[in-house]
């Protein structure tokens, strides 16, 4: 894609899905309907430019998280990541917590795990958990490092 202007159905479809973006979630982050994304994912409309330059963003920030989570739990003896069931907790505790690392973008949860899932193929022993949705997560700058403390008091 990046010496290719244009992109097509099969190469929106194929960066859209391991981004763990949906039809519906793109289809509202670009401001058009969702039949319109499932038309250029299929061929029966072409795809603006403006589409490519946008997954190419999404694309980009999704691989600075990425980066930046793999080498924060690379030096942690027993890293432990969070991820989160819905985009409720996900964005309470987004929001809640003000991640400096995180993207501004208001992504989805299945973002979150999708790229969760990355990050677990490159940092070794990694332990991935769900949250907690009665309390927010976060300990200094790795904000999905549990604090096993604040765990055991709610229980």
């Given at each position: ?93 987004r929001w809640a917590r003000r ?57």
């Amino acid at each position: 894609m990046p010496g290719n202007r244009h992109m097509t159905p099969v190469g929106l479809r194929v960066l859209r899905e391991p981004l763990g973006l949906t039809e519906d979630w793109l289809a509202a982050y670009l401001c058009v309907n969702r039949r319109t994304v499932r038309a250029w994912e299929r061929g029966h409309a072409p795809i603006p430019g403006s589409v490519r330059i946008a997954i190419e963003d999404l694309t980009q920030r999704t691989a600075a998280f990425i980066a930046e989570y793999v080498q924060q739990l690379s030096r942690v003896p027993e890293p432990n990541i969070v991820t989160f069931h819905d985009d409720a907790d996900f964005h309470l505790a987004r929001w809640a917590r003000r991640w400096s690392s995180h993207p501004t973008i208001p992504f989805p949860a299945s973002w979150h795990r999708a790229a969760v899932a990355r990050i677990a193929r490159r940092v070794p022993r990694l332990t991935i958990t769900y949250a907690d949705a009665k309390r927010v997560i976060s300990t200094g700058s790795l904000a999905y490092i549990e604090d096993p403390e604040s765990a055991s008091a709610d229980n």
